[in-house]
C-alpha cells in the first residue's frame, strides 16, 4: 500500500529539522498530514478540483524567471545522459507537430516523418544545440529548448514544429497569475513563495500526486502537476 510508506516516510522526515526537510499539502481542508507539531510543513487551502489552475501558475512562474533547470532540461536522450553524467533525460526539447490540418499534430517528429518509413520505431527529432539541425533525441548531446520553426516532411508537405518546452510555456502564458489565482483561491504571493522554494534544491524537490486525485478533473490537474 503506497499509502503507508508515505505515512512512514514522512512521521520519519519530520524528525528532522526544518532547514534539513519541509513539505506544504495542497488540499481543500486542513488534512492530517499537517501537524503543529513541527514547523517544517505548511498547508495550503485550495478550491477543489483546481490544482491544475495552481500547478500552470507555478509553471508560468518558474518559466518566466528562469528558475528551471535548463542543464538538464536540454538532454533529450542516451548519449546527452552520457556527457552529462545523468541518469534520466527530459522530453524538453523533443519537437512537436503543431500544424492543426496536419494527421501528425500533436505527436512527436520523427526521423521517418522526413525520411519516408515506418515511424513506429523510428527515432524522435530534436534542434541539435551545437548544429542547429534536426538530429536523433539519442545521438544529439544537446537539444534546444526554445524552438519554433518549419519541417518538409517526406510526402513533400511543409508542417510547422516546436519543443515541448515552447509548448508548455505557450500554455502557461494564456492566463495571467492573478487570473489562476483567481481559479484557484491560492493568493499569488503564496504560488510565487512556493515556485521559489520549490526550485531551490535542485533534484532535492519533489512532488507526490495519488491517482486521480479524487476530482472529476483530477486525471488533468495530476498532468499538470507532474508536469
Not at 516523418?113 to 530534436?126: M, V, W
Not at 521559489?196 to 498532468?223: L, P
Request: proline share 4%.
Amino acid at each position: 500500500n503506497p499509502f503507508k510508506r508515505q505515512a512512514r516516510l514522512l512521521a520519519n522526515a519530520r524528525t528532522k529539522d526544518a532547514s534539513e526537510f519541509s513539505y506544504a499539502v495542497v488540499a481543500p481542508s486542513l488534512p492530517m498530514t499537517n501537524t503543529m507539531a513541527t514547523q517544517n510543513n505548511t498547508w495550503i487551502p485550495i478550491l477543489p478540483g483546481t490544482d491544475s489552475a495552481m500547478a500552470m501558475a507555478m509553471i508560468r512562474y518558474i518559466i518566466d524567471n528562469r528558475r528551471y533547470n535548463e542543464n538538464y532540461l536540454t538532454v533529450p536522450g542516451q548519449a546527452g545522459m552520457k556527457a552529462a553524467k545523468a541518469i534520466s533525460h527530459s522530453n524538453a526539447t523533443h519537437l512537436v507537430i503543431i500544424e492543426e490540418n496536419s494527421p501528425l499534430y500533436g505527436q512527436f517528429l520523427r526521423l521517418a516523418d522526413i525520411e519516408g518509413g515506418e515511424r513506429a520505431e523510428s527515432p524522435i527529432l530534436t534542434i541539435d544545440a551545437a548544429t542547429g539541425a534536426l538530429a536523433d533525441v539519442n545521438v544529439a548531446p544537446r537539444g534546444t529548448l526554445y524552438h519554433e520553426g518549419e519541417v518538409t516532411l517526406a510526402d513533400g508537405t511543409k508542417v510547422d514544429v516546436a519543443s515541448s518546452f515552447t509548448m508548455l510555456k505557450r500554455s502557461a502564458d494564456k492566463h495571467t497569475l492573478e487570473e489562476y489565482s483567481a481559479a484557484c483561491g491560492v493568493p499569488v504571493a503564496t504560488i510565487e513563495g512556493l515556485s521559489k522554494k520549490f526550485t531551490n534544491h535542485g533534484h532535492k524537490a519533489a512532488i507526490v500526486s495519488h491517482g486521480g486525485m479524487m476530482s472529476g478533473n483530477g486525471f488533468y490537474n495530476t498532468c499538470a502537476i507532474l508536469a
